[in-house]
T-cell receptor
């Protein structure tokens, strides 16, 4: 039982390059999330998927796209990377949507450190 | 101020002392959660307190919630060097606020041995 896994762990891109961050969970959770973490700013929600087949924008979606490939996998794509996207990216999952009355906790992956030059 | 602000931003204590971190928020909430993050790792859930609860315990952790003041505190008793980490509060917002979990900027705790 690996929990939430993310690949790659580290990535360096040049401005304008594209890449996809992969995330998978083996806990049969319905909801999945992508966050970015920048110094002094906590975690900011980029996109989330309440359940398989649905995706919604979070707080900072510009410059990103997501795909909920199946119940297990949720990928984040940077189409044209910019230096402002240098950050640590975390994927998380929860049994149901973490807000609302369902008292869910989120389970986090180890993160991807992305540097855009 | 943002939803979910922790105070202090950083805290340095001696092993064996208690550590208290505070969290303030702005909107109504369904529950409030505390997470821990060790350097270079993902966040790990510590404890959840529902909006109709006032206090909750888990091992050396004690969480209080005051919905009238829109604030929460996390107390770690008898701290250990292994407690050194960043601690985040997260507020679970109801449907009218987007039905989501919003994280604060965190408190960096250093426990000196």
């Amino acid at each position: 039982n690996a929990g939430v896994t993310q690949t790659p762990k580290f990535q360096v891109l040049k401005t304008g390059q594209s890449m996809t961050l992969q995330c998978a969970q083996d806990m049969n959770h319905n909801s999945m999330y992508w966050y970015r973490q920048d110094p002094g700013m906590g975690l900011r929600l980029i996109y989330y998927s309440a359940s398989e087949g649905t995706t919604d924008k979070g707080e900072v979606p510009n410059g990103y796209n997501v795909s909920r490939l199946n119940k297990r996998e949720f990928s984040l794509r940077l189409e044209s990377a910019a230096p402002s996207q240098t950050s640590v990216y975390f994927c998380a999952s929860s049994p149901r949507l973490a807000g609302g009355p369902s008292y869910n906790e989120q389970f986090f992956g180890p993160g991807t450190r992305l540097t855009v030059l | 101020s943002q939803q979910g602000e922790e105070d202090p931003q950083a805290l340095s204590i001696q092993e064996g002392e208690n550590a208290t971190m505070n969290c303030s928020y702005k909107t109504s909430i369904n529950n409030l959660q505390w997470y821990r993050q060790n350097s270079g790792r993902g966040l790990v859930h510590l404890i959840l307190i529902r909006s109709n609860e006032r206090e909750k315990h888990s091992g050396r952790l004690r969480v209080t919630l005051d919905t009238s003041k829109k604030s929460s505190s996390l107390l770690i008793t008898a701290s250990r060097a292994a407690d050194t980490a960043s601690y985040f509060c997260a507020t679970a917002l109801p449907l009218e606020y987007g039905n989501k979990l919003v994280f604060g900027a965190g408190t960096i705790l250093r426990v000196k041995s």
